[in-house]
């Protein structure tokens, strides 16, 4: 996949991560997981919040991992749920370049499936976006007018408050059985106000860590047993 340079980031316009603000307790979940939050559990102390592992399995064995494109799902209060098809691609190339990162010397990332593979579906949940402000360019493009002049029209930035929520789903390659699902969440920081670059670099390096954290928590739990 072409990559993205990560100084394309500034030119998203008006997006905003933020966890749910919600007063009652409750887990807001955004469907990711399908039905498997029926049967999430408390996860350890410095862990994912609540996590399920399927019974039996032998989760020391998967070595190697592949990984899905990040998924972004909207918060039920985000101001603007429109996104443009570029912006959105330049979110999940920076996710997964972090992840990349957070993999390096740790785990092979691979491409094919195989009886140690582990394949990894991850979603940031609670995005919420402030509608964009558009100011003297015309939304058509016209022939020949550079991309970088269309955004120049827009404002907006990213205004860190509490933290993003993520879900997490790991499948084994050759069944494609469903191992183990989490939910997790930032509860403190990103509190600083800071550009739209430099807040999605440490939300999204922060969630590759916890991703990376939460494959060493599941590999150790089945082997202290």
């Known amino acids: 996949m072409k990559r993205t340079a990560m100084t394309a980031l500034a030119l998203i316009m008006g997006l905003t991560l933020l966890v749910s603000t919600a007063l009652s307790g409750e887990p807001k979940y955004s469907g990711f997981l399908g039905d498997y939050y029926k049967v999430l559990q408390p996860g350890p102390e410095g862990g994912a919040k609540e996590r399920w592992l399927k019974p039996g399995v032998d989760f020391s064995k998967y070595n190697k991992f592949m990984i899905h494109s990040v998924v972004f ?8 749920k429109g996104i443009d098809p570029e912006e959105m691609q ?5 996710f997964n370049k972090a992840i990349k990162t957070a993999f390096k010397d ?6 094919e499936p195989g009886p140690d593979v582990a394949r990894i ?13 558009i100011s003297g360019i015309s939304s058509v493009v016209p022939v020949g007018l550079a991309i970088s002049a269309i955004k120049k029209g827009t404002k907006g930035s990213w205004t860190g408050s509490g933290a993003t929520s993520a879900e ?3 499948l084994d390659t050759m069944s494609n059985d469903v191992i183990a699902v989490a939910v997790d969440e930032r509860t403190a920081g990103f509190s600083e106000r ?5 807040s999605a670099e440490l939300a999204f390096k922060f969630w590759a860590e916890r991703l990376v954290k939460f494959i060493d928590d599941t590999k150790a739990a089945r082997a202290g047993r």
């Open 73 to 80: 799902f909207f918060a039920d209060d985000s101001e603007y």
């Open 90 to 94: 330049e979110l999940s190339e920076s």
């Open 106 to 111: 740790k785990y092979p990332m691979v491409t």
């Open 121 to 133: 579906r991850f979603a940031i949940t609670g995005v919420k976006q402030t509608k964009p402000i």
């Open 168 to 170: 997490v789903m790991a």
């Open 194 to 198: 800071m550009g739209k670059w430099q």
